[in-house]
């Protein structure tokens, strides 16, 4: 069975850009889940996905803003990005929200 | 609001040694906590799964246990191999919100 992918797995954007990240989660799976990684702050949650339903939101500005679509994808995007956005963004997907957690390997994003 | 705390936050052990990681959080009515593995740069990967109603899980060298009363588990890692390295996390879910994720434990195990 194919595991959570994540796409792209680097990017460098500039400053006031915006992004959209993608995570495919493992086949079956109806939820998913985002989270930002950065060496300061550690993982910090972002959004979490359950059958085309946004169930929880994170502490983040409205700059970021998630959909998950009706074959389970999912989709983050960021806009007007900022310096502070560099981080590893990592998506997870599980059968239901309570469920055991698979990560994916993550999007590198770089902000200049 | 759940905190979660794992001590000590690096650990450095000869190859070999059994060891034990941390993990403690603030509030006991969890659902379930997920212990991971992070290899630099990359996403995690799930070790060890324990729901609320059990009181340890193993797999091959890992074993995992839970308290919930005193809000503690513990990763207990047999005979240490170099390979072990990376930083290991532990992660509660409390119903129906987020995982919530300590800052993990950054492990080292010397040939």
């Known amino acids: 069975k194919a595991g959570v992918t994540q796409t792209p797995r680097y990017l460098i954007k500039t400053r006031g850009q915006q992004v959209t990240l993608s995570c495919s989660p493992i086949s079956g799976h109806r939820s998913v889940s985002w989270y930002q990684q950065t060496p300061g702050q550690g993982l910090q949650f972002l959004f979490e996905?359950?059958?085309?339903?946004?169930?929880n939101k994170g502490n983040f500005p409205g700059r970021f803003s998630g959909r998950q679509f009706s074959n389970s994808r999912s989709e983050m995007n960021v806009s007007t990005l900022e310096l502070g956005d560099s981080a590893l963004y990592l998506c997870a997907s599980a059968q239901s929200p309570s469920y055991e957690q698979y990560f994916g390997p993550g999007t590198r994003l770089t902000v200049t | 609001k759940q905190e979660v705390t794992q001590i000590p936050a690096a650990l450095s052990v000869p190859e070999g040694e059994n060891l034990v990681l941390n993990c403690s959080f603030t509030?006991?009515?969890?659902?379930?906590l997920q212990w991971f593995r992070q290899d630099p740069g990359k996403g995690l990967t799930s070790l060890l799964l324990?729901?609320?109603?059990?009181r340890e899980q193993t797999s091959g060298r890992l074993n995992a246990s839970l308290d919930k009363s005193s809000g503690r588990s513990t990763l207990y890692i047999a005979a240490s191999q170099p390979g072990d390295s990376a930083t290991y996390l532990c992660a509660v879910r409390s119903g129906n919100t987020p995982l919530v994720f300590g800052k993990g434990t950054r492990l080292s195990v010397i040939a």
């Open positions: 509030d006991s009515a969890i659902y379930n």
């Open positions: 996905y359950f059958s085309e339903t946004q169930r």
């Open positions: 324990i729901q609320s109603s059990q």
